[in-house]
């Protein structure tokens, strides 16, 4: 359990909420663990069909916490486990995954959203993947996704260029379906997860298979991901990076 992490269902709806409004919602190994606790436990809910994943205002999330990063990098461990099950659980969710973003989406806070079958921007959402900035590569399956979803050349300027993304340029490239102002977009959010839910659960579910196509194969892009990941938190630019962070004049 995570204090950091909320889950409220509403009806048929759940709502798993990252809380940790001090550090901007970075998430920590309890909170993935929380988090995948929420996802797998749908899916043995018959009566929960849909699941909201939403942030704070501001900040849907600064990504992986960057301290548990430099201290995997120096024990020389790679993605804890907590993290990879959160992954897994995304990729394998049974349930359709809708997600409400207000502000900051970095790293995972953005690469979740490409597992997610409907997404809710706010106008001050603003996505980044800073991973080979920060000497790492992609992960959580976007290596796959990303180029599925937006094209080659828009995947490489968002995971490797670094170059973040705007809610209108979200909503271009189909990362995001729609764009609301921010006090309005998990009213939005929890609209479209109502109406999935109200829908005939197993067409939805057999439909959303043929959709995503093989879980297997995310899971194991996921799996591949994780192993060069392991091998990037080592690197010296890796280490580099997640020190200046941690050092930054305030
Ligand atoms: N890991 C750990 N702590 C983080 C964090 C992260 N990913 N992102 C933010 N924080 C912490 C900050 O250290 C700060 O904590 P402090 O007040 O105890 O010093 C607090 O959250 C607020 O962040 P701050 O940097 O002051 O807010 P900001 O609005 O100026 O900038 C970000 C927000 C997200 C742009 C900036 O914090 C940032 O670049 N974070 C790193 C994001 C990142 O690289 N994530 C990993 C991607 S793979």
């Known amino acids: 359990m995570s204090d950091h992490i909320t889950v409220a269902d509403q009806g048929p709806v759940r709502i798993v909420r990252m809380n940790r409004p001090d ?5 920590t190994a309890s909170m993935y663990a929380a988090m995948a606790d929420a996802l797998e436990s749908a899916n043995s809910h018959r009566d929960i069909r849909c699941v909201v994943i939403a942030g704070l205002p501001g900040a849907f999330s600064a990504g ?7 201290q995997a990098a120096t024990s020389g461990e790679g993605l804890g486990s907590p993290v990879i099950r959160f992954l897994h659980a995304l990729a394998r969710s049974e349930r359709p995954l809708v997600a409400a973003v207000q ?4 790293g995972v806070g953005t690469t979740m959203l490409l597992h997610c079958d409907h997404v809710v921007a706010a106008t001050d959402a603003r996505f980044s993947t800073p991973f080979v900035n920060l000497g790492l590569v992609p992960e959580a399956g ?7 979803l937006m094209g080659h050349r828009r995947a490489f300027e968002l995971l490797v260029m670094g170059r973040p993304l705007d809610a209108a340029a979200a909503l271009n490239c189909g990362l995001v379906n729609a764009v609301a102002p921010a006090g309005d977009v998990e009213t939005e959010a929890m609209k479209a997860a109502h109406h999935i839910a109200a829908l005939p659960a197993e067409a939805v579910a ?14 194991a892009r996921i799996d591949d991901e994780v192993r060069l990941f392991k091998e ?17 004049k305030r």
């Open 23 to 27: 550090k901007k919602n970075a998430l």
């Open 64 to 70: 992986n916490d960057l301290a548990e990063f430099s």
């Open 103 to 106: 502000g900051l989406a970095v």
């Open 142 to 148: 976007s290596s796959l996704l990303a180029p599925r």
């Open 206 to 219: 057999t439909s959303r298979r043929l959709i995503r196509g093989s879980p297997d194969e995310i899971a």
């Open 232 to 248: 990037r938190l080592q690197s010296a630019e890796a280490q580099a990076a997640f020190k200046a962070f941690l050092n930054r």
